[in-house]
């Protein structure tokens, strides 16, 4: 599996630079695409530790423009301005920046809606106070899984499984069409991917909510198998269907959070005869596709929540105990709990 999704198998046999530095420009580029929103609100690290890319100007339900930083957190992407004009005829302006250095751009904007007005710009600058809130907006985030690109990184998980594990195996001239398709495109998607049927979770053990698993088995002449990412997005894959030789079964899964003992395993235990058929999946998206995963999504995103709530928790009391360490908790220091404690409560709670 690409290093991205928090793998740290490593082989140099599968692949050689000149195949590798053209699969990075591309397709494991597209793969990585897709799936960016879902490692951003986890927050899962690469193979060698590495943090993930922000996502960049995500739009709220009022326009304005976040980045977030791994583990979904927002910060402003440009300054938010508000202005009341008063019965003097007087404006005041109340102006909400993610950074200091967002001023110069503030300012700008307001020389822009008062052109004439007298600007102190010291102490404008003096009158900001650093805080952090909860948004009270919704963030709007895209998924991008499908497309050619994106398939033909998927696949090269698939392959890449089964050429570390079995390379004679997969040298054989069955898999010409599907290594052609992952190295140059040639060929359609269809005759190797298909969209699960169901929203159901895989049956394999979980190592953790989010797991990646890839899983690659013979059946009588087809060489199929299932690649999920995150706990549940994924696809029925068919490496080919003209195989004639000796039967097998390879699999590899890993927690991105790698916060299990083990949190991944080469010889993960599962039953082919569990997981949705090829011919049983969906060609291509559309009206019987989105509803399986809708479901897939809201299930992601309920165990997200989940989590991230425990996280804040967690958070939140260090925050307001530690600096007191060894103290006896008084009254202020309990009250100050049960204040960042409320705020955070507030924003769980559903709006009408």
């Given at each position: 599996m690409q290093n991205f999704l928090g793998a740290r198998w490593v082989s140099n046999d599968i692949s050689c630079n000149e195949a590798q530095s053209l699969f990075g420009a591309t397709i494991d580029s597209a793969l990585e695409q897709g799936l960016q929103p879902f490692r951003n609100l986890l927050g899962t690290k690469s193979g060698r530790g590495g943090n993930g890319p922000d996502l960049k100007n995500v739009n709220d339900t009022r326009g304005n423009k976040y980045h977030l930083r791994p583990g979904g957190v927002p910060h402003l992407a440009q300054p938010m301005i508000a202005t009341n004009k008063l019965g003097d005829g007087t404006h005041v302006a109340h102006i909400t920046l993610g950074n200091m250095k967002q001023l110069g751009w503030a300012i700008a904007q307001l020389r822009e809606q008062f052109p004439t007005a007298s600007l102190d710009i010291a102490g404008i600058k003096g009158q900001f106070t650093p805080e952090k809130q909860y948004l009270n907006d919704k963030i709007h985030l895209k998924a991008g899984i499908g497309g050619q690109e994106y398939f033909?990184?998927?696949?090269?998980?698939?392959?890449?499984?089964?050429?570390?594990?079995?390379?004679?195996?997969?040298?054989?001239?069955?898999?010409?069409?599907?290594?052609?398709?992952?190295?140059?495109?040639?060929?359609?998607?269809?005759?190797?991917?298909?969209?699960f049927p169901t929203p159901d979770k895989l049956a394999i053990f979980d190592l953790g909510p989010f797991d990646h698993f890839v899983g690659i088995y013979s059946q009588d002449n087809t060489v199929d198998g299932i690649v999920q990412f995150f706990g549940g997005i994924g696809h029925i894959v068919r490496l080919t269907a003209n195989y004639d030789g000796p039967e097998f079964r390879f699999g590899y899964q890993v927690n991105p959070l790698r916060d299990s003992n083990p949190a991944e395993t080469r010889t993960p235990d599962f039953d082919p005869q569990n997981f949705p058929r090829f011919d049983d999946g969906h060609e291509k998206p559309g009206s019987d596709v989105w509803p399986i995963y809708s479901a897939i999504f809201f299930r992601l995103l309920k165990s997200h929540s989940g989590m991230a709530s425990k996280r804040e928790i967690s958070r939140i009391v260090d925050e307001v105990l530690l600096p007191h360490d060894g103290e006896v908790l008084s009254e202020k220091i309990i009250g100050e709990l049960v204040e960042q404690m409320s705020k955070f409560i507030v924003t769980r709670i559903p709006r009408q």
């Open positions: 033909r990184g998927l696949l090269k998980a698939a392959f890449n499984l089964l050429g570390v594990n079995a390379s004679s195996i997969a040298l054989r001239p069955c898999f010409d069409a599907l290594r052609n398709f992952i190295l140059s495109g040639i060929g359609e998607d269809r005759n190797h991917i298909r969209w």
